[in-house]
């Protein structure tokens, strides 16, 4: 990944310098710099407060009674792991921060379970379905409330920034159900 941009930026010095406008890279480099800057500093204070809030939930046992409760749930789509406490616990923490719409601060949840999973892998070079399926739902993740987007959206001036709420919570739903049963398809054809 690391050559990769290390190509396009090279790339683009010397189409910039071949077109005479070396100045251009240099306006878009400081100017997108300081956008991201500001970016950060912007959904710095939400990311501290959400992942604070995380866990406080995972000190308090919150989590334990939430796991029990979808513990159903889990045994379908982790089958493998579904007797792991830890790795169950990592599973219920990262995705309820993708569905509050806080995926960076799920980050560090989402490492700490897949960790836990790959303890229980039985073959340690390829990703086990229970680790699939928690990557698929990661990337599909429905959004209950996309704070990032109706953050953006609130920052960039919008008239009504959580208008986007219930059209997310559709999409995603809708995203995450087609990629579990997908998962679900060709674990099953796996098995046969």
Do not use: H
Not at 52 to 58: A, N
């Amino acid at each position: 990944m690391k050559i990769i941009w290390i190509l396009l930026i090279g790339l683009g010095l010397i189409f910039s310098f071949i077109n005479g406008k070396p100045e251009t890279v240099a306006n878009v480099l400081f100017f997108d710099l300081q956008q991201s800057v500001e970016l950060i500093l912007s959904l710095l204070p939400v990311m501290a407060f959400w992942t604070g809030l995380m866990s406080i939930v995972e000190k308090s046992g919150i989590l334990t009674k939430l796991s029990t409760i979808i513990k159903p749930v889990i045994g379908f789509l982790f089958k493998e792991v579904q007797n792991s406490k830890k790795a169950v616990n990592a599973i219920i923490m990262t995705i309820a921060a993708n569905m509050l719409g806080i995926g960076n601060s799920a980050t560090a949840f989402g490492i700490k379970a897949m960790n836990e999973m790959q303890t229980l892998n039985r073959n340690k070079n390829t990703a086990s379905n229970a680790m699939c399926m928690f990557l698929i739902i990661n990337v599909s993740s429905i959004q209950l409330i996309p704070l990032n987007i109706i953050k953006l959206r609130a920052d960039s001036g919008a008239a009504a920034p959580g208008d986007i709420m219930l059209p997310t919570i559709i999409a995603t739903a809708f995203s995450t159900a087609v990629a579990v049963l997908f998962a679900k398809y060709y674990e099953r054809k796996e098995g046969r």
